[in-house]
């Protein structure tokens, strides 16, 4: 992969963000609640037999949260959807790093985190995470949203996509285009050669200050995002908060149809292992990768919501191959690579 | 956990250890593949039904590697033995931290490698890793036994800590108890505040420098090794080859009695749920700690010799807790902390 520097922040914009509204955090805090009771709403009357059993904890450092969790539903396998709130006096160093402007300050953060992984292997695992900091003269938004299927469906997909296109383009023109690539790089695990699945829209960093992405990426390469979507204009606390607002109620249209659709449709063992053989990979992805999962787990966490995103049976096989001309294989060629899913010449 | 400084070299020895002798690699490397073919050879008449299957693979930057598996055996679930030998321009950042003479050289590493995993939950499973490494003017041995029981049984543990004294005290009195506490810090899932199993040795950077330790350790805390179990005199490159192919050779001695024993005990779904529950914490330990795991990932190691440790079947379950006064409960309360499993006053 071509390594690029990674965008400067530009002169003519001011150093720091201008301060948020007053009720802020009380307001993020509670669109955030909000969420989590909306989507496990939703996903209880999709299931239709199983129901979220809420663990409400407290943080000895400052603040707490609530994990819900849905166990051997009808639809559901395993899911769970947190929320949390945490505030303390210092940002960890991963984070400082990428806005230093934070050091020596006090912390709040919020945010939603959902995986659901399905019992029936056409359903796709899906998971979610919108988060909010301040910290000093700092805050930001970040977050996203992306789809793992076990085997290839080009309608789902697309359906996903669009979903999560119009959202953003009610707010910005380069959201999806720059946010699509952010989480298909993001989402890759370097090791296999492959993305973790048919992405979505992931974004870290938000302030308004104009560019759409500020500091090294996750994944230790630099930002290619801007150079190619262009930088954004100045947007508010307001106009950010409206857009992440957005985001999280484009959950439920984006995902509940296509699970809706798999729901009863019949498998085999066959299809059966192949999904927790796949499963494997989110593992990979979420203790090999995932920066959160790994500041929680190294920072005294509560490991069991944090390790919640783990799927409840998975596989390993020493040097599986797909067999040509089959639904695996085409997850490999086709789904299992960053791909336009929403051009029009985009076919399989 | 209190932090300690990591000890300095002493003054009195010289900075690098006396030049290995001039077949050293062959030696070594003609020792590693030995050792391979021994323990497949031993385990394959303890499984009396499944064999070793071997890939060989070359590395486009210098050297390969031979790996070898076996699937769905009798006795073994999954099995791995891996032998490899590689050499480049220049070790890796994560090494030359800990070795900043090598900077700048080229490097030699040769190794053998195992993980097993038994069907039967009453069988530990256990991992096995020496490895040898020559880069400019250092030079050194590392590696180690250890076990892993889902089921307490404190004869198995004894034994098998017996076994590996013995062969440690066959050459330096302080090898065991720095080695076994060694162990016990290196094989620490931090997150869920619990050993990896029940221990057994572990050693790096070993150049007969006279240190039990030099550098930070693996997982961040300083060495408390030698401070409590006193240096070590100066050893010659052969004396501590002798000591590693001695390690190696106590390996089929240490474990085959402990899987002849129980390879045919009766158990049910219950104990099965509570195996592969507990072999999630195997892949969180090599997935999120292990250096020699995250290492290979990043850098381009050949994935599936390198994953070929993680289990076939694994289960995670949100929130677990054994049942009080059971079998899972007394694994979790003795036999997941750290424990001085020879000395006269142990008892459970």
Redesign the interface.
């Known amino acids: 992969m071509t390594t690029f520097s990674a965008p400067q922040r530009s002169q003519s914009t001011s150093p720091t963000p201008a301060a948020p509204p007053a009720d802020s955090r009380d307001r993020v805090s509670q669109f955030m609640q909000g969420i989590q009771d909306e989507i496990c709403q939703g996903l209880e009357a999709l299931d239709g037999g199983g129901t979220f059993q809420q ?1 409400q904890w407290e943080r000895p450092e400052g603040g707490g949260g609530r994990s819900r ?1 849905i ?1 051997q539903g009808a639809v559901f396998e ?1 899911g ?1 959807v947190n929320f949390s709130e945490v505030w303390g006096e210092q940002l960890p160093p991963s984070i400082l790093v990428q806005r230093p402007e934070a050091a020596g300050h006090g912390f709040y953060a919020t945010g939603t985190s959902m995986v659901l992984h399905p019992h029936n292997p056409y359903i796709p695992t899906v998971h979610l995470n919108y988060r909010y900091f301040e910290a000093g003269p700092v805050w930001w938004f970040g977050g996203g949203i992306d789809l793992t299927p076990y085997y290839p469906n080009l309608a789902d997909v697309q359906h996903f996509h669009r979903t999560l296109k119009a959202t953003c383009d009610r707010h910005q023109a380069n959201y999806y285009p720059g946010f699509k690539q952010w989480c298909d790089e993001y989402f890759y695990l ?3 050669n492959e993305t973790r699945g048919v992405g979505g829209i992931f974004f870290d960093y938000q302030d308004g200050l104009g560019q759409l992405y500020r500091g090294p990426n996750e994944t230790g390469e630099a930002a290619q995002y801007s150079q190619q979507v262009g930088d954004l204009p100045q947007r508010s606390w307001e106009e950010l908060f409206a857009f992440v607002s957005d985001c999280g109620q484009a959950f439920l249209p984006a995902y509940v149809p296509i699970a809706e659709q798999s729901k009863d449709r019949p498998y085999s063992d066959h299809e059966r292992n192949f999904q ?1 053989y796949r499963r ?1 990979r989110y ?2 992805f979420n ?2 990768y995932d920066r959160g999962t ?1 500041f929680g ?2 920072t ?2 509560r ?2 919501s ?3 995103s ?10 599986y191959q797909p067999e040509p001309d089959t639904p695996e294989q085409q997850l490999y060629d086709v789904f299992l690579k960053p791909q336009d899913w929403l051009s029009d010449g985009f076919k399989l």
């Open positions: 663990d969790v166990k395993q769970g370097k090791h296999r927790l494997g593992v990979e203790l090999v790994i787990l190294q005294n966490g490991t069991e944090i390790l919640m783990l799927p409840p049976l998975v596989r390993w096989e020493y040097s």
